[in-house]
């Protein structure tokens, strides 16, 4: 009976030892913290739960300055919600690059998860 117990508490240990190493991967570990976004984005879902909009304070920031903070949430909300992070965002056909309309000092963007 002691083995089993023993054997048990084993493997409990492992698998939790590895929830750790995956934890540090994905968002840092070891005494370092993780890399903040540059800017703050928050998401709003579409009447169509695909698709999205994500806002983000940006001021006068480019579409690449600010493309990581809107790429975050998006993956996040397609991988929960769909179980997949890819995301089909809308495209301004002048630039080939994600399109975005300004409100003030924000930017936002829209896109639909296309994870199945």
Known sequence: MALKRWIIFAILA???????????RLFGGGGQS???????????RGED?????????????????????????????????????DTRWVIDPATGDWAFARDGQDMIFNGRCVAR
């Open 14 to 24: 492992f698998a939790v030892s590895g929830c750790a190493s995956v934890r540090e």
């Open 49 to 85: 739960r695909r698709d999205f909009a994500v806002r983000v304070r940006a001021g006068g920031a480019t579409v690449d300055d600010v493309r990581e903070s809107v790429r975050f949430p998006a993956t996040r909300y397609c991988l929960t919600t769909f179980g997949g992070s």
């Open 34 to 44: 993780a890399v903040a976004l540059p800017f703050r984005a928050a998401l709003a």
